[in-house]
């Protein structure tokens, strides 16, 4: 029981204090195991300054021991990841310890002040009544001693106390608890020590050979110690290669999109391996699972191209089933080739809105990168291996918590089980195999893979809040306060009070933050939380909907040469943003766009209409997305006919609608309460045509679109007409409310939108 309960719940051993006499200066030492206390100590009462080093002690049994935020450098790589939290424990305290934890919210008695009094008080008149002074020492210790064994025996009680209520609660009590009293926030770039290995006082190299011979069939040796066996070479028939130009074109565009982000590949040396294949003009010798890389790196490729004639999305397929082909499912040794694989795998498949097959493959990569030990510092490596031992898991941990954000899943990378350093933020030129080289006249282009770190640690803890019916006001600002830190680690250009060019090709790391946001105040939509609480959510989604918003306007703008570190754009910001694009950016600016129109800023959300409309059709889930908001506004646009604009908040149906995706939660959703279920739904399985009440059509449910619904919404210039409509009826109606709102919109858009909005009007749309 004790090995699985979180840290902050463990107790250190404790000894007795068993020595004949004691004094107050080391009451609190004496026979207690020392621990560290945790930084920032706002999670724990204030103990006295004086108190000697001991392990701390929590007063309240729900609460847990949280890490603040730290403000460390965050372009410092030779850090890596670990807790800064000490188990809080129970010791044996001095009375002056024990009076400062007077603020005990659990119900354990704490020695107060008028008692301490009382006992001065008995001192002196023993004092008085004796006048041998041995003899008042002698009792004076006796009474120290009677006390200790007082707290002592409190102690014991405490921890009875706390060990019961770890056995009645279900981990998801425990998870609620910590959800609803206490944040615990990782360091903004964690810090971890290598553990310990045990001494060896005798020489075991027979040992390890027996073992390694004997031991085969049974077990393996840890992946440190452990000799790879021969990977197999081709036993059928050798793919084609793509033809060459092909090829090195979506190379190039996986380099500036998947690569910029997360650069699971030693660049230059990929890039050698590939022009040797090349050369030879075939895959013979090389290994099959480095032509299953490549054919995963090309459909990456292919995914991110809006140039029509690589035919996509067919050869995406083509691409991502040669790869797939060509991994032996009977082989029992994987290489780092297989994580990159089936991480890139797991990438391709979610582009595609193929989700549930996207997640699985996840967990294959998750899987294999902790059969070969990529989630410790082992070793020694050599450099370029090392570095990418680095990098794989930090891409597979930020995919494992991005997605799990995305979809409402559950993690499957635990934290405390994460122990390597972070990976170093230079480019893959300068990690060379002497060592890692950065000149120092050469400036380093930010590294978008450390910022979206930066973001995704707090991912875990947000996850744990979202399990509570509604997250409290402070708890809120915590987070908030913590993505605020967090844009410590982007670079200026990210910053939401900038108003300079941003590259469409910088975004992902930034809107992973802007999404987190987003997610997280959404929660509070829900009937469980009161009026005054969902009022503020739909303020706090609003607030992170405009600086999304914001940003997009600003990767609209006309770049300069020394604004951005990347190839200079050729087709406009259209394709850039097009071709950049993940399905995550899309979801999250469609999210945004339902709560710039709930709220009526329909300028910000013409931005979000202008970005989705250049991404078009080349991610299967922004046309689902634009399926999605033509219903939401035509359902708008119906109540503002009806005169309800400024109630919308007290209409469920339109804050069901306003929370998109919410509803797809299993824990958190609440319109399907009452709907048939199981057995029942499997048996009447039927799916609406067109709005409600219009009939009900038997058949299986499907979860993508079909081509006609790809094509029946009106497109993305239908939206954007009817929010032209809106906004020049709204500036009819409040122009001076309009004004306002103008100063704090996009104005590149703005000029746009009411030359467009002119000839348009409300009644129009109806």
């Given at each position: 029981?004790?090995?699985?309960?979180?840290?902050?719940?463990?107790?250190?051993?404790?000894?007795?204090?068993?020595?004949?006499?004691?004094?107050?200066?080391?009451?609190?030492?004496?026979?207690?195991?020392?621990?560290?206390?945790?930084?920032?100590?706002?999670?724990?009462?204030?103990?006295?300054?004086?108190?000697?080093?001991?392990?701390?002690?929590?007063?309240?049994?729900?609460?847990?021991?949280?890490?603040?935020?730290?403000?460390?450098?965050?372009?410092?790589?030779?850090?890596?990841?670990?807790?800064?939290?000490?188990?809080?424990?129970?010791?044996?305290?001095?009375?002056?310890?024990?009076?400062?934890?007077?603020?005990?919210?659990?119900?354990?008695?704490?020695?107060?002040?008028?008692?301490?009094?009382?006992?001065?008080?008995?001192?002196?008149?023993?004092?008085?009544?004796?006048?041998?002074?041995?003899?008042?020492?002698?009792?004076?210790?006796?009474?120290?001693?009677?006390?200790?064994?007082?707290?002592?025996?409190?102690?014991?009680?405490?921890?009875?106390?706390?060990?019961?209520?770890?056995?009645?609660?279900?981990?998801?009590?425990?998870?609620?608890?910590?959800?609803?009293?206490?944040?615990?926030?990782?360091?903004?770039?964690?810090?971890?020590?290598?553990?310990?290995?045990?001494?060896?006082?005798?020489?075991?190299?027979?040992?390890?050979?027996?073992?390694?011979?004997?031991?085969?069939?049974?077990?393996?040796?840890?992946?440190?110690?452990?000799?790879?066996?021969?990977?197999?070479?081709?036993?059928?028939?050798?793919?084609?290669?793509?033809?060459?130009?092909?090829?090195?074109?979506?190379?190039?565009?996986?380099?500036?999109?998947?690569?910029?982000?997360?650069?699971?590949?030693?660049?230059?040396?990929?890039?050698?391996?590939?022009?040797?294949?090349?050369?030879?003009?075939?895959?013979?010798?090389?290994?099959?699972?480095?032509?299953?890389?490549?054919?995963?790196?090309?459909?990456?490729?292919?995914?991110?191209?809006?140039?029509?004639?690589?035919?996509?999305?067919?050869?995406?397929?083509?691409?991502?089933?040669?790869?797939?082909?060509?991994?032996?499912?009977?082989?029992?040794?994987?290489?780092?080739?297989?994580?990159?694989?089936?991480?890139?795998?797991?990438?391709?498949?979610?582009?595609?809105?193929?989700?549930?097959?996207?997640?699985?493959?996840?967990?294959?990569?998750?899987?294999?990168?902790?059969?070969?030990?990529?989630?410790?510092?082992?070793?020694?490596?050599?450099?370029?291996?090392?570095?990418?031992?680095?990098?794989?898991?930090?891409?597979?941990?930020?995919?494992?918590?991005?997605?799990?954000?995305?979809?409402?899943?559950?993690?499957?990378?635990?934290?405390?089980?994460?122990?390597?350093?972070?990976?170093?933020?230079?480019?893959?030129?300068?990690?060379?195999?002497?060592?890692?080289?950065?000149?120092?006249?050469?400036?380093?282009?930010?590294?978008?893979?450390?910022?979206?770190?930066?973001?995704?640690?707090?991912?875990?803890?947000?996850?744990?809040?979202?399990?509570?019916p509604s997250i409290p006001t402070h708890i809120l600002q915590r987070f908030d306060t913590h993505f605020e830190?967090?844009?410590?680690?982007?670079?200026?250009?990210?910053?939401?009070?900038?108003?300079?060019?941003?590259?469409?090709?910088?975004?992902?790391?930034?809107?992973?933050?802007?999404?987190?946001?987003?997610?997280?105040?959404?929660?509070?939509?829900?009937?469980?939380?009161?009026?005054?609480?969902?009022?503020?959510?739909?303020?706090?989604?609003?607030?992170?909907?405009?600086?999304?918003?914001?940003?997009?306007?600003?990767?609209?703008?006309?770049?300069?040469?020394?604004?951005?570190?990347?190839?200079?754009?050729?087709?406009?910001?259209?394709?850039?943003?097009?071709?950049?694009?993940?399905?995550?950016?899309?979801?999250?600016?469609?999210?945004?766009?339902?709560?710039?129109?709930?709220?009526?800023?329909?300028?910000?959300?013409?931005?979000?209409?202008?970005?989705?409309?250049?991404?078009?059709?080349?991610?299967?889930?922004?046309?689902?997305?634009?399926?999605?908001?033509?219903?939401?506004?035509?359902?708008?646009?119906?109540?503002?006919?009806?005169?309800?604009?400024?109630?919308?908040?007290?209409?469920?149906?339109?804050?069901?609608?306003?929370?998109?995706?919410?509803?797809?939660?299993?824990?958190?959703?609440?319109?399907?309460?009452?709907?048939?279920?199981?057995?029942?739904?499997?048996?009447?399985?039927?799916?609406?045509?067109?709005?409600?009440?219009?009939?009900?059509?038997?058949?299986?449910?499907?979860?993508?679109?079909?081509?006609?619904?790809?094509?029946?919404?009106?497109?993305?210039?239908?939206?954007?007409?009817?929010?032209?409509?809106?906004?020049?009826?709204?500036?009819?109606?409040?122009?001076?409310?309009?004004?306002?709102?103008?100063?704090?919109?996009?104005?590149?858009?703005?000029?746009?939108?009411?030359?467009?909005?002119?000839?348009?009007?409300?009644?129009?749309?109806?």
């Amino acid at each position: 029981m004790a090995a699985n309960l979180p840290q902050s719940f463990q107790q250190p051993s404790r000894q007795m204090p068993t020595g004949p006499s004691y004094d107050s200066s080391s009451v609190s030492s004496s026979g207690s195991t020392p621990g560290v206390a945790p930084p920032g100590g706002n999670s724990f009462n204030p103990l006295p300054s004086n108190r000697p080093p001991g392990p701390p002690i929590t007063s309240n049994p729900h609460q847990l021991s949280m890490p603040s935020v730290s403000n460390s450098n965050p372009n410092s790589y030779a850090r890596s990841y670990g807790s800064a939290s000490a188990s809080p424990g129970i010791a044996p305290l001095a009375l002056q310890d024990v009076m400062t934890s007077n603020g005990t919210t659990g119900g354990a008695p704490a020695i107060s002040t008028a008692h301490l009094s009382g006992l001065q008080a008995q001192k002196r008149a023993y004092r008085q009544r004796r006048k041998d002074p041995s003899c008042d020492a002698c009792r004076e210790r006796k009474v120290k001693v009677q006390d200790l064994e007082k707290q002592l025996a409190h102690a014991r009680q405490q921890i009875n106390h706390y060990r019961s209520i770890l056995k009645d609660e279900s981990p998801m009590e425990v998870g609620y608890q910590a959800a609803t009293h206490q944040l615990e926030v990782p360091e903004v770039m964690p810090r971890s020590a290598r553990k310990e290995r045990p001494p060896i006082t005798q020489d075991l190299i027979r040992v390890r050979t027996s073992l390694r011979n004997y031991g085969r069939g049974i077990m393996k040796p840890p992946p440190p110690y452990r000799q790879l066996g021969p990977q197999p070479l081709f036993s059928s028939a050798l793919p084609d290669l793509p033809q060459k130009h092909v090829a090195d074109h979506l190379l190039s565009r996986f380099y500036s999109s998947i690569h910029s982000v997360i650069p699971v590949l030693h660049w230059p040396t990929f890039h050698i391996e590939y022009e040797e294949v090349y050369s030879t003009g075939s895959f013979r010798g090389v290994l099959p699972i480095w032509t299953s890389l490549l054919f995963a790196v090309l459909a990456c490729g292919a995914l991110h191209t809006v140039d029509s004639s690589f035919g996509r999305p067919h050869d995406v397929k083509t691409y991502i089933d040669l790869s797939q082909s060509l991994i032996d499912l009977w082989i029992d040794e994987f290489t780092i080739d297989h994580a990159r694989t089936a991480l890139l795998t797991s990438i391709v498949l979610t582009e595609m809105n193929l989700k549930s097959t996207g997640w699985a493959w996840l967990g294959s990569s998750i899987r294999i990168s902790q059969e070969i030990g990529l989630q410790r510092e082992t070793g020694p490596w050599p450099v370029i291996e090392a570095e990418m031992r680095r990098r794989v898991w930090w891409g597979i941990y930020v995919w494992d918590r991005l997605l799990s954000l995305e979809l409402g899943r559950p993690l499957s990378i635990n934290d405390r089980e994460c122990e390597v350093g972070l990976p170093c933020p230079v480019e893959d030129c300068y990690i060379q195999r002497q060592g890692i080289v950065i000149p120092q006249d050469v400036p380093q282009p930010p590294t978008p893979l450390l910022s979206t770190i930066t973001v995704v640690r707090l991912i875990s803890q947000l996850i744990d809040s979202l399990k509570a019916p509604s997250i409290p006001t402070h708890i809120l600002q915590r987070f908030d306060t913590h993505f605020e830190t967090c844009m410590d680690a982007f670079p200026s250009s990210c910053r939401l009070d900038s108003s300079a060019y941003l590259d469409p090709r910088d975004l992902a790391p930034i809107m992973c933050l802007q999404n987190a946001r987003l997610i997280l105040h959404r929660h509070n939509l829900s009937p469980a939380s009161n009026p005054e609480m969902r009022a503020g959510a739909i303020s706090s989604c609003f607030k992170a909907a405009k600086d999304t918003a914001n940003l997009l306007s600003r990767t609209m703008h006309s770049p300069s040469t020394s604004t951005t570190h990347h190839e200079p754009l050729v087709d406009g910001w259209q394709s850039t943003i097009a071709a950049s694009a993940s399905a995550m950016l899309c979801t999250h600016i469609w999210r945004c766009t339902l709560f710039l129109c709930f709220r009526g800023d329909y300028a910000a959300a013409l931005v979000c209409i202008r970005a989705s409309a250049a991404i078009g059709s080349l991610r299967p889930v922004n046309t689902a997305c634009g399926r999605n908001l033509a219903f939401f506004i035509k359902c708008l646009v119906e109540r503002l006919e009806r005169g309800e604009g400024g109630s919308l908040e007290k209409l469920e149906e339109m804050m069901v609608y306003v929370s998109g995706d919410l509803q797809g939660s299993t824990e958190n959703s609440w319109v399907w309460q009452g709907s048939e279920t199981g057995m029942t739904l499997s048996r009447n399985s039927t799916f609406p045509v067109g709005d409600a009440g219009e009939g009900m059509a038997p058949g299986p449910v499907a979860t993508v679109l079909s081509p006609e619904e790809e094509k029946d919404w009106g497109g993305w210039e239908g939206i954007e007409w009817i929010l032209q409509a809106l906004l020049k009826d709204q500036r009819q109606q409040h122009p001076q409310q309009a004004a306002a709102a103008s100063q704090h919109s996009p104005s590149t858009l703005i000029s746009q939108a009411q030359a467009s909005s002119d000839r348009i009007s409300i009644a129009n749309i109806i």
